[in-house]
């Protein structure tokens, strides 16, 4: 192997050190030397494309990672908020477990209403994509 598939290499290895760093260090700069990297390299990897859709990418998988953690969490909180409202100690408590199911339970209708919605907009760009003589949208 040559010298700059070497020093490509490290540099690709690195970047992705960098943005394991990002997503875990409160700021670029603290990231940066996590990995011993300078914040001009820093910043000049983040203005590039091709660094900048990668950790997009890195992001949107942590993020479904977490929210996969969280809908894991989802029944156990319904439950102890179903518990607490049957056989709350307090009034209060009581009264909070039910504020807070049915602000969940609206929300949850909204996105539901809100998916519903955006199928049927999807479905209809496909169809007009298929048959644009039609006029679709």
Do not use: C
Not at 17 to 37: N, Y
Not at 49 to 55: H, K
Not at 109 to 134: F, G, H, M, T, Y
Request: without cysteine.
């Amino acid at each position: 192997m040559n010298g700059e598939q070497d020093h490509g290499e490290k540099r690709s290895w690195k970047q992705e050190q960098f943005i394991a760093a990002l997503l875990s260090h409160p700021t670029v700069e603290a990231a940066a030397k996590a990995v011993g990297i300078g914040d001009t390299t820093a910043w000049r990897w983040r203005n590039d494309p091709a660094f900048a859709g990668r950790y997009r990418e890195a992001t949107r998988e942590a993020m479904r990672h977490a929210a996969a953690i969280l809908q894991g969490a989802a029944r156990e909180a319904v439950d102890t908020l179903r518990a607490i409202l049957s056989k709350g100690e307090s009034e209060a408590a009581r009264v909070s477990a039910a504020r807070t199911i049915l602000e969940m339970a609206f929300k949850a209708a909204d996105v539901e209403d809100i998916q519903q919605r955006l199928d049927a907009l999807e479905q209809a760009v496909e169809a007009n994509e298929r048959n644009p003589a039609s006029g679709g949208l």
